[in-house]
């Protein structure tokens, strides 16, 4: 019995990844950079065994092989199997709620390739295990790094060159504030909503280039240290990809009347001259981002909020 082991974290896109231009590679139309939160991942204990079935374990619960969460698996897990017979025995534990907009399947698919790296001791790099992450899922591809992350899309109709980057910058006041809103089961899965927009938005033709241009600000600003530009890009660009599933149909909006609620509650703690930003993915809920100087003014303003310091 070959045994392994991988943890990784969280990430939250600063510029987002929405589209694919290949769905079966994970392959995007743009790149994406991110921001890993060590505080909160995935773990992961894997074995081989010469036979049998698949087996797999989340939050300490065996899952149904019927489960569309062990179908996707096993399917991942088919690109590994050393023969036809032997099966995984996948042990997994998640300190984030599961598909609720907190990205579970990017720490999720970059725990379990450096767990089979350590199963198989095939001793890949970072950047070859992050593209083996996003085929399971894309945004895994920049889950394998602490800090910043930047995920090129790539220009090869294979892949192979489709794979993220650690960005080197430490930024120790740099937070990250979780608004949980509603944290069950999205309605509609990251991969149909992109199909979707890529195929029934006419805003959507904006988006790759803009996607782009908001990357190469932010990776600017990291560098800089300059939060404000930061901020205000990943702001507007976290609003123009929702704004392009807003524009599909049939239409799709992951905000709840509490996520455009806390939206406004942002737009005027900036106004009251608290230096606060917001990002959201496929989900109701609302990542901010501030620097340390305004947590005890945004604690008072908002106490519901978790606070996470992604280099402590
Ligand atoms: O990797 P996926 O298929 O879960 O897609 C992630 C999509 C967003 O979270 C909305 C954006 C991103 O870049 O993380």
Redesign the pocket.
Known sequence: VKTGYGQAPV???L????GKRDVAL?LPTNG?L?ISLPELGTETRLSWHETGPDKITLNNEEMAPEAPFVKRLSRFLNFFRPDANGGFDVETLNTVPTAA?L?S??SGYAALVKALDDCFQWQLAPRELSLLARLG????S?SLYDGFAL?HKGERADGLDSYAEKIDQTWPEFCIGLLEIDTSTKPI???Q??QQTVNHCELYQAWPEKAEQDLATIHRAILDKDFQTLGATAENNALA?HATMIATWPPILYWQPESVAAMHRVWQLRQEGVTVYFTM??GPNLKLLFLETETPALMRALPEMKCLKPFA
Do not use: F
Request: no cysteine; net charge positive.
């Open positions: 990430n939250i896109a510029s987002k990844y929405w994970n994406s991110s907009g990205a399947s990017a899922s894309g945004s895994a920049r995920w899965g990251s991969t909503g992109m990809m993915d496929a």
